[in-house]
């Protein structure tokens, strides 16, 4: 395997384009807001069928 070796994996390595710190900032930012979203949604879905649970006399 010709592209298996060191020269190989340099050039890899060169063709490897790395985000600017403004779009890594950027992408963060939405997977730290997504993250923050699903878990206020996730509580609150406990919170209703707790309540609901709660309700109906099962808890």
Known sequence: MK???IN???TE????R???A????RDSVTV???VAFLA???Y????VSSGFLKLIGIV
Request: with cysteine.
């Open 13 to 16: 390595m060169k063709r490897i």
């Open 32 to 34: 730290f807001g997504f």
């Open 22 to 25: 403004k779009d890594l900032a």
């Open 18 to 20: 790395w985000p600017k």
């Open 40 to 42: 206020l949604f996730f």
């Open 3 to 5: 592209w298996f070796s």
């Open 8 to 10: 190989g994996i340099l």
């Open 44 to 47: 609150l879905c406990q919170v």
